[in-house]
């Protein structure tokens, strides 16, 4: 019976990948092929512009643009149309395949020259090769899309001082406002954008529209900024507005806590998890403050290697807060996790249902598969693992192919596969 059932499920994730496929199609195309020279000098003989997405595998936000925004059809259009993509990973990772490894130098060189100190960092280049605009942090669509019209618009350093000009001499209506914040951010003058910004949406009569959200929503980073207010007082509205799953603000406002409330800088170590919740909630909305302590433990417990506590944590906050479309890359992560630090039926179990589930969502990744087949292997289903297993190796590229065939060894031999 089971293994009649994994066949079903095999066929069903080789239906899916074509259609996967051509659903990818509609979004950005990134160059693969070319290394950084390649891709100036084409940009330059196309007359194009240059949009370069560094990331990190780490990084949350990087991997949220790149699963719903980047292959957004609407985004591909104007992207593909008009600039050269790339997307560039700026840390080392032991399951780096080789087209990432040969951009390891250059990954290095746009680190150094652009000074890069968050992910992701969205660079847009002229055609020449010159910084014309940046943007950092995860945007949503139309946001993203804002900042590559103003890219293509090619605001230069004399539009920036007119601008400041104006600004100085008492200047404050909004066209003024609004863009003096975005060419200050594109050109790194991050404070001054800042405070700018926070002036605007101070004055702005209706700050819920999508476009409005979408640009307080750049300049929101501290608890005392006015966004962060619209964040904790509207987040049902805001999420209805932005399309966009149901904690849009929730979760916007739970990474500013983060990184500026004393609950969570000060953090002890022995945290009382109910008294966080408690004190945050006299400050915030109930369901932000929950939420922020809740993501905040399961990787409190990972950061210290405390599994046993991890796993509890971590299940809990998928049972309270992932919402059924949310069963991508980072639940494969906390699979595998679970799959290498837990012995327990029960919780192996959970892991494979939320693998099992990631396959639905993402059946061409060849890594979803191998962490079902391992789950699959400690559980002592090793057939149906092997099987899996197997269809990984086809389905992989060569890069991927070593570490994949590897774990397929361990199991054809009986060895064990996890830590």
């Known amino acids: ?61 990087c991997k949220r643009m790149s699963l719903n925004i980047f292959p957004r059809e609407d985004v ?10 790339v997307q560039v990973q700026m840390d080392v990772t032991r399951n780096d395949n080789q087209q990432i490894k040969n951009w390891y130098n250059d990954a290095k060189e746009l680190y150094n020259q652009y000074q890069i100190k968050a992910f992701p960092t969205l660079l847009f280049l002229s055609p020449n090769g010159h910084l014309v605009f940046r943007s ?8 993203f899309l ?16 007119t601008l400041l000009s104006k600004y100085r001499k008492g200047a404050k209506d909004s066209a003024t406002l609004r863009n003096l914040s ?9 404070s001054f954008a800042h405070k700018v910004a926070n002036i605007h949406i101070k004055s702005i009569n209706n700050p819920l529209t999508s476009d409005n959200i979408s640009y307080i929503a750049k300049f929101t980073k501290y608890p005392n900024d006015k966004g962060f207010e619209l964040y904790n ?25 983060h990184k500026n409330d004393s609950n969570f800088t000060n953090i002890s170590s022995n945290p009382n998890w109910d008294s966080m919740t408690t004190n945050l909630s006299k400050k915030y909305n ?55 630090h837990s012995n327990e039926p029960k919780e192996l179990e959970y892991a494979l249902n939320l693998s099992q589930r990631t396959l639905i969502y993402e ?53 064990k596969t996890w830590n």
């Open 363 to 415: 059946p061409q990744d060849v890594y979803n598969m191998d962490t079902y087949a391992n789950l699959l292997y400690k559980l002592g289903r090793t057939k149906d693992a092997i099987a899996l297993q197997k269809l990984a190796v086809q389905l992989s590229g060569l890069d991927d192919r070593e570490a994949l065939q590897a774990n397929l060894l361990k199991m054809t031999e009986g060895k």
């Open 1 to 61: 019976m089971i293994m009649k059932t994994k066949i079903v499920q095999f066929k069903v994730i080789l239906i899916l990948l074509p259609l996967f496929s051509f659903s990818q199609d509609h979004g950005i195309k990134f160059r693969k092929d070319l290394k950084w020279q390649e891709i100036l000098s084409l940009a330059k003989k196309e007359n194009k512009y240059i949009f370069v997405d560094c990331y990190t595998t780490w990084c949350a936000p």
């Open 146 to 161: 804002s900042a590559a019209r103003l890219a293509l618009d090619e605001f230069s350093r004399n539009n920036y001082e």
């Open 76 to 85: 591909g259009k104007i992207m593909n149309e008009h600039f050269i993509n």
């Open 182 to 190: 975005l060419l200050a951010e594109s050109i790194g003058d991050v």
């Open 233 to 257: 007082k509207f987040p049902e509205q805001i999420a209805r507005i932005m399309g966009e799953g149901d904690y849009y603000a929730i979760d916007r406002a739970m990474a500013i806590l």
């Open 136 to 143: 950092e942090g995860a945007d949503d669509a139309q946001a």
């Open 286 to 340: 109930h369901i932000i403050a929950q939420k922020a302590v809740a993501d905040f433990k399961y990787r409190y417990y990972e950061r210290n290697n405390q599994w046993p506590q991890y796993i509890s944590a971590v299940i809990m906050y998928i049972n309270d807060y992932y919402p059924e479309e949310s069963f991508t890359k980072g639940i494969n992560y906390i699979a595998w996790n679970i799959f290498d």
